[in-house]
């Protein structure tokens, strides 16, 4: 009797599992795994590049569907449907909980292991993120200023010009709110919905009445489920600081900016500032 343990798990030639498809597997028509797998070229031979290129691609990845679940939202509330936006929301919190984590594999860069590759991309930066862009849009963060970076090509200038032009999921959130009998100002939930937002004293007022109530009202689920997204954001948006001071210091970004100085700036700017203000009060 052989007492060897079983060191490989092989499987039959006639496993099921193993019987060749006409073409590419029904796995990778899917997933496109072969066209996401070659999309990373690396322009150097810098070790840190490949690690860079991938979380990057990866950021890209969550910022998508981020965007698609926080437009999930925008459309249920806009259809006074708020458990399906709830549902949305925490699906999007799970997304930025994933995308905050994706800063591991370059979180700790040294400026030696950043040089080795920086010079190779020239003047690329996540500041021409067009996913970016719509994500901010989706937040009520618009500027007419930042879409000019992508005239030169039209397809993508035109989805963000088309998302600029719509309410934000803030924009929603109120509207929703003035239905429901909330005492929303009429300048916010008819705004201009182009105009960035800005915090209002009577949409702190409503969140403070929403906060004060009973502690299980469907309203208060709405305004953690916002006030996580708004943390999340905060928090991501913290870390990038965090690496890029990590990574170059001081130095100017590639996109032109001043680099860290200019990203702590805009950190530091709060993602539906009406949600923290109210706190205060209750
Ligand atoms: C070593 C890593 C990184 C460094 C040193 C870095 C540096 C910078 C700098 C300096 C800026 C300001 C704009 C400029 O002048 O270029 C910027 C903007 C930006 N970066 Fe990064 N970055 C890094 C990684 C990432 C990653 C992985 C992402 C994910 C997509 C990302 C997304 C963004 C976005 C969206 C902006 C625009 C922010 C805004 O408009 O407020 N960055 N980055």
């Not at 290129?53 to 998508?64: H, I, M, N, S, Y």
């Not at 999921?169 to 008819?190: A, I, K, S, T």
């Amino acid at each position: 009797m052989n007492n060897c343990p079983v060191t490989v798990l092989d499987l039959a030639p006639d496993d099921p599992l193993v019987q060749p498809f006409d073409g590419a597997t029904p796995y990778d028509d899917y997933v496109r795994a072969s066209v996401l797998n070659h999309m990373q070229q690396p322009l150097t031979d810098a070790p840190d590049e490949m690690g860079f290129l991938v979380t990057t691609q990866v950021a890209e990845l969550w910022f998508t569907l981020i965007a698609h679940e926080w437009r999930a939202a925008r459309r249920a509330l806009a259809a006074d449907d708020l458990d399906t936006a709830a549902d949305a929301l925490v699906r999007a919190r799970r997304a930025l909980t994933a995308l905050c984590g994706s800063w591991e594999p370059i979180a700790a860069l040294t400026p030696a292991q950043f040089n080795g590759f920086r010079e190779a991309f020239g003047k690329a930066s996540g500041f021409q993120s067009a996913m970016y862009r719509h994500l901010q849009c989706l937040l009520g963060e618009k500027s007419a200023a930042v879409l000019r970076a992508h005239r030169g090509d039209p397809a993508v200038h035109r989805a963000l010009a088309q998302a600029f032009g719509e309410p934000s999921l803030y924009d929603e959130v109120l509207r929703f709110l003035h239905r429901q009998g909330q005492p929303v100002p009429r300048h916010v939930y008819e705004r201009d919905v182009t105009a960035p937002y800005q915090s209002d004293p009577g949409v702190v007022r409503v969140w403070q009445r929403i906060y004060a109530g009973p502690q299980h009202h469907p309203l208060l689920k709405l305004a953690e489920l916002l006030t996580d997204s708004a943390e999340l954001v905060g928090r991501w948006r913290a870390e990038h600081v965090r690496v890029v001071r990590r990574a170059m210091g001081d130095k100017p970004g590639s996109a032109g900016s001043s680099g860290l100085a200019w990203l702590q700036q805009r950190a530091a700017l709060p993602v539906f500032p009406e949600l923290w203000e109210a706190r205060g009060a209750v």
